[in-house]
């Protein structure tokens, strides 16, 4: 790297100057937007009631490896709106040198505050919750903000006005929908184009256990020229080796248990866990690397969108990139076990 640019300047925290090389990055749909193939997500694990020093070693280690690109939403915590107070001490800490490198993203959606006006995608509520994230995260803009979950009450016009109204205040340069329908991203898609502010990408759930992106959305957003970026690609943690043995007292089902619960994991579950577990080792892969190149094979998803408890798990997931080709008889075998 130039010398021009060389980070010994910086005080304190320097990141590794090898970070672009181990790292390749995707356009997002067609924008002029490059993503990390794997993103970190601060959805557990940057609460308040979680460990401070962890959480910086996470966000070290992942900007040392070349993931640039960090995902929150208002409610990250536990409690809401601590995972962005964490990320912005953080930001403030070690990162404050290296803004113009990273691509902060933020989203509202789902409940926040109390009343009628802390929920869903009114106009009210997205502008009012972009300004307490910014607030929180100590930024002045973020780069991608996302309207969290569809609106089946506030008509479309109203929130995709609400997005271009905040880029064009100068407090997110992009904007993207989340966990749309194929159709109704369709219609946002176009309701965005129409008030010149393009739908930069989306953020579905898409993992070897839930596909339903593959049902339509996935075409809407190549021919739209939308990005994708697959969140919960290891199903929490189900798709690693981590519950094959049983139920680690350090694992997200044991120890938090909100979103993933012991019993959403049952014998079936773990049978066919266990034979894609075969054939990640038979890849020379662990099932987290190949559950994440298994989304990587497919040019039209931009980015995975990875959480993590440790620097080790971290560590070990970025290895996936190290090998995303798949055998015809591979995936073949894959398909065999989800059917
Ligand atoms: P994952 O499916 O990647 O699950 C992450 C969890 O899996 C970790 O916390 C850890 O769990 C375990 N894990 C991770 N890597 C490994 C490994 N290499 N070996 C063993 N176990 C591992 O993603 P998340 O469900 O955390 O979601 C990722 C991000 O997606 C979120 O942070 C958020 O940014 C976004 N998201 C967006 C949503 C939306 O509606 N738009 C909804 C949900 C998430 P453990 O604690 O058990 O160690």
Known sequence: MSKLFNDSNKKGYQAKESRYDKMNYRRSGKSGLLLPEISLGLWHNFGSTDDFKNAENL?????DNGITHFDLANNYGPPYGSAESTFGKILKKDFKPYRDELIISTKA???MWPGPYGNFGSRKYLI???DQSLQRMGLDYVDIFYHHRPDPETPMEETMGALDHIVRQGKALYVGISQYSAEDTLKATKILKDLGTPCLIHQPRYSMLDRWVEGGLLDVLENKGVGAIAFSPLNQGILTDKYLAGFPEDSRAVKDGRYLK??????ALI?????????ALSRGQSLAQMAIAWLLKDKRITSVLVGAS???????SLKALENLE???ETLIKIEGILK
């Not at 012991?262 to 014998?267: A, G």
């Not at 049978?271 to 054939?279: G, P, R, S, T, Y």
């Not at 440790?310 to 070990?316: A, K, M, N, S, V």
């Open 109 to 111: 959606g789902w409940d």
């Open 310 to 316: 440790r620097t080790e798990q971290l560590l070990d």
């Open 262 to 267: 012991t019993d959403q994991i049952d014998e």
């Open 59 to 63: 966000l070290k280690c992942a900007f």
């Open 326 to 328: 798949f055998s015809k």
């Open 271 to 279: 049978l066919k866990v266990k034979q894609l577990n075969e054939i």
């Open 128 to 130: 009012s919750s972009l």
